[in-house]
């Protein structure tokens, strides 16, 4: 199985069975959101939205400027409440939870700015998400940072995005796409179940779009990916099933090569360039 690009990873019989149109999809979903609404005041930027992410895919969200992709980003990763509907997480209601317990569930969001600790070190950037987790404390961290506990799995997550030789920059000095990368490996100490990206190509040139692009790929083994992305390319290379968000509302959804070849979809947001 592949798509048009030719770019295509091996399908196991769940991501086969989507193929009739991801109707099958929920049976194996990780989140599921449905009929999920919000407006501010007269502004309505998601309407009955449904849709979901399965436990071996990437998904990916795209949509015109003020389609309504981050607003929904934000009623997932519990930033902002929804008027209407349901969020549901590992089987679970997560809709009245806060964004620090969907966190603790293992929903990863990426690309906060705050993630990042500048004046701290690749490595203990790391190694305060994973002492984070384990319930430790930022006052006895200069203690923790010997301890191995913290350490090697620190270093093994860091050695997942490729930064393993850069541990002991201060985060400050890395490039770009190297602190995108950073901030993945402190959402990997959260051992995560899902990751939601909302345009982590924000900013790249085309080389480190197409690095980030095989990142990405490689990154799916460690999770599902929801991807918020407007580089079509990009899109079709990774993912499995995408999503068209037009006005707040889903216009279309299933195969990424079906939906390349949708007429609505084309006429709504690709263009008759995308082929
Ligand atoms: P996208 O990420 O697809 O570009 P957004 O979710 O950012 O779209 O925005 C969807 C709509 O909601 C837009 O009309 C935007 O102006 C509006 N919107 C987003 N956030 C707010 C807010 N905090 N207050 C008022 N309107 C907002
Ligand atoms: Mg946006």
Redesign the pocket.
């Known amino acids: 199985m592949r798509d048009a690009t030719g770019y295509r990873k091996s399908f196991t019989p769940d991501a086969a069975r989507r193929t009739n149109g991801g109707s099958d999809a929920a049976c194996n979903a990780i989140l599921e959101v449905d009929q999920l609404t919000k407006r501010?005041g007269a502004?309505v930027?998601n309407e009955c939205v449904s849709f979901d992410l399965a436990v071996d895919e990437i998904h990916a969200l795209i949509?015109p400027?003020?389609?309504?992709?981050?607003?929904l980003v934000r009623q997932i990763t519990g930033e902002l409440r929804h008027d209407a509907g349901t969020i549901r997480f590992r089987g679970r209601d997560i809709s009245h939870l806060g964004a620090a317990d969907r966190a603790r569930l293992g929903l990863a969001r990426s690309f906060q700015v705050s993630s990042l600790i500048a004046g701290f070190s690749v490595l203990q950037n790391v190694m305060l998400a994973i002492l984070g987790r384990t319930g430790g404390h930022y006052r006895v961290f200069g203690r923790a940072m010997t301890d191995r506990s913290l350490l090697e799995p620190a270093v093994a997550c860091l050695e997942r995005v490729g930064l393993a030789d850069r541990r002991s920059l201060p985060a400050s000095d890395l490039s770009h796409g190297e602190r995108r990368k950073l901030e993945i490996a402190v959402a990997l100490a959260l051992e995560p179940e899902a990751f939601v990206l909302d345009e982590p190509m924000a900013g790249m040139g085309p080389e480190g779009t197409r690095d980030m692009t095989d990142f990405f790929f490689g990154l799916r083994k460690a999770a599902p990916i929801l991807l918020i992305e407007h580089d079509m390319d990009v899109v079709f290379k990774l993912a499995d099933r995408v999503s068209v968000l037009v006005g707040g509302r889903i216009i279309a959804s299933g195969p990424a090569a079906e939906i390349r070849q949708d007429s609505k979809v084309r006429a709504a947001y690709l263009g008759d360039d995308t082929g």
């Open positions: 501010f502004v930027a949509g400027n003020g389609a309504g992709k981050s607003t």
